[in-house]
C-alpha cells in the first residue's frame, strides 16, 4: 500500500526515538512492500524558536494531508517560563483538536520479562492488559483559563472544565466498541461526588452503555479510588474511560506497572481512519541528547499507526512481535535495564529491526 506519513520529532528525546520509528517505518516498508513517503513538520518548542508559534500552519496542513502522524514530544525548560505567552504544549494540544482526535488509546500490557522491573511486586503485575481510553479533546485543558489580579497583592488564577453530551457519548462508545474486541468490561473513571462535569459524564456512560452496549460490564470508579486500584489490583482492569486530565495522569502512574513511561505508547483517533500516533512520554530533558531515551513507546506507537491508521494487522504485530522479542533478549535502555547493561536508543532500535520477521 501506499501512505503518507506526517513526522513531528518535537523537542528534547522527541527527535531520538522518532527517528527510530522511522527506522522501522522503513523495515516495514521494505520487508512487506509498501511504499511510505515521510513529510517532516516543527512542533511545540522547536516550532516557537523558528516561527514564534508551537503549532505552524504549514504543520497543520502536513498533518491534514497525511494518512498518520507520527509525534515525539514537545517541552522543555528552554520554553517553560509561566509568563510566556506562547508554549511547547499549546502545539500539542493544539494538533490534536484540529485534527478532532477525540479519543486517545493508551494500552498497557506487562509482559513477563520485566515483571520484576516494576516497583510493585511482580505477583501484583502478571497478567496486567489493560486499554484506557482517555477523552482528548474536552474538559480543564481546553476550557476558558484566565488569570488577574482580584486586590494588589492577591492574583487569582481560573481553569474551566467544560463537558457536553455529545463529547461524552462519543469517548464511551469508542471504549465500548474496544471493549468487545476484548475482555467486554468498561470501567468509567470520574469525581461524580464532587464535579458537575463527572455527574454528566456518569450519567451519559450508564445511559450509552444500558441503550446501546448490553453486552458490555460497566463500572463506575471515582478517579482517587481508582489510582489506588490501580496499583492494588491492576490485572482486574480491561477497558478505563476517562476524561482528559484524569487519563493522562492515571496513566502515568499504569506505566509503571510495565515498568517504565518509555514503554507506554498511543493512539489519538477521531471519526475518520487518520490517527496522531505518539509515546505518552514527554520530551524528557534530563536525559535528551544522550542517545540513551527508550525507543519502544514510540516504535510500540508506530504497530498502532499500522494497525489502525493503514489497517495492516499483521505488520502491527510483527512490530510488537520484534519488540517483545527485543525485552525479553534483555536488550533495554538505562530505564530498564541492570545496573551496567542498558543498551543506547540506537542499539535497541537496531535489535527491534534485528526481529522484524
Ligand atoms: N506528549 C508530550 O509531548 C508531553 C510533553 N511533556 C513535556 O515534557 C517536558 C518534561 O516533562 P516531565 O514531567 O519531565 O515528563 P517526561 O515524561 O518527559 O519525563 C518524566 C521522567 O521519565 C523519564 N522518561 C520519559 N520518557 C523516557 C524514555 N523514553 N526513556 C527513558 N526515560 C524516559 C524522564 O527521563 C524523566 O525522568 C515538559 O516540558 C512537559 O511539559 C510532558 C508530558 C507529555
Ligand atoms: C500537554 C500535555 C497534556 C501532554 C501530556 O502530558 C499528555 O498528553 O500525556
Ligand atoms: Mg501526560
Not at 478517579?223 to 486500584?229: E, L, R, S, T
Not at 510488537?320 to 535497541?348: F, H, M, N, W
Request: one cysteine or more.
Amino acid at each position: 500500500m501506499q501512505a503518507t506519513i506526517a513526522l513531528l520529532p518535537g523537542d528534547g528525546i522527541g527527535p531520538e526515538v522518532v527517528a527510530e520509528g522511522v527506522e522501522v517505518l522503513k523495515a516495514v516498508a521494505e520487508r512487506y512492500g509498501h511504499s511510505f513517503s515521510f513529510s517532516e513538520g516543527l512542533i511545540g518548542g522547536c516550532a516557537i524558536d523558528a516561527h514564534g508559534t508551537a503549532l505552524p500552519e504549514a504543520t497543520v496542513e502536513i498533518c491534514q494531508a497525511a494518512d498518520a502522524v507520527l509525534l515525539g514530544a514537545v517541552g522543555g525548560p528552554k520554553w517553560d517560563d509561566p509568563k510566556a505567552k506562547v508554549r511547547p504544549e499549546q502545539g500539542l494540544l493544539g494538533i490534536r483538536k484540529t485534527l478532532g482526535l477525540y479519543a486517545n488509546l493508551r494500552p498497557v500490557a506487562v509482559t513477563p520479562a520485566l515483571a520484576s522491573r516494576s516497583p510493585l511486586r511482580p505477583d501484583l503485575v502478571e497478567g496486567v492488559d489493560m486499554l484506557v481510553v482517555r477523552e482528548l479533546t474536552g474538559g480543564i485543558y481546553f476550557g476558558e483559563k484566565t488569570s488577574f489580579y482580584i486586590r494588589p497583592d492577591e492574583e487569582q488564577a481560573v481553569d474551566t472544565c467544560v463537558y457536553t453530551t455529545s463529547e461524552i457519548e462519543r469517548v464511551v462508545r469508542r471504549a465500548c466498541e474496544l471493549a468487545r474486541g476484548r475482555r467486554g468490561k468498561v470501567t468509567s473513571v470520574d469525581k461524580a461526588n464532587v464535579l458537575e462535569t463527572s455527574r454528566l459524564w456518569r450519567r451519559v456512560a450508564s445511559r450509552v452503555v444500558a441503550e446501546e452496549f448490553p453486552d458490555i460490564q460497566l463500572e463506575h470508579i471515582l478517579v482517587d479510588a481508582c489510582a489506588m486500584h490501580l496499583l492494588r489490583r491492576p490485572a482486574d482492569f480491561d477497558v478505563i474511560v476517562t476524561e482528559n486530565m484524569f487519563g493522562d495522569i492515571l496513566t502515568d502512574e499504569a506505566s509503571m506497572l510495565a515498568g517504565s513511561l518509555g514503554l507506554l505508547p498511543s493512539a489519538s483517533l477521531g471519526k475518520g481512519k487518520a490517527g496522531l500516533y505518539e509515546p505518552i512520554h514527554g520530551s524528557a530533558p534530563d536525559i535528551a541528547g544522550k542517545g540513551v531515551a527508550n525507543p519502544l513507546a514510540t516504535i510500540l506507537s508506530v504497530a498502532l499507526l499500522l494497525r489502525y491508521s493503514l489497517g495492516l494487522n499483521a505488520e502491527a504485530e510483527a512490530v510488537e512481535k520484534a519488540v517483545y522479542a527485543t525485552i525479553d533478549a534483555g536488550i533495554l535502555t538505562g530505564d530498564l535495564a541492570p545496573a551496567g547493561q542498558a543498551r543506547s536508543t540506537k542499539e535497541v532500535g537496531a535489535a527491534v529491526l534485528e526481529r522484524l520477521g
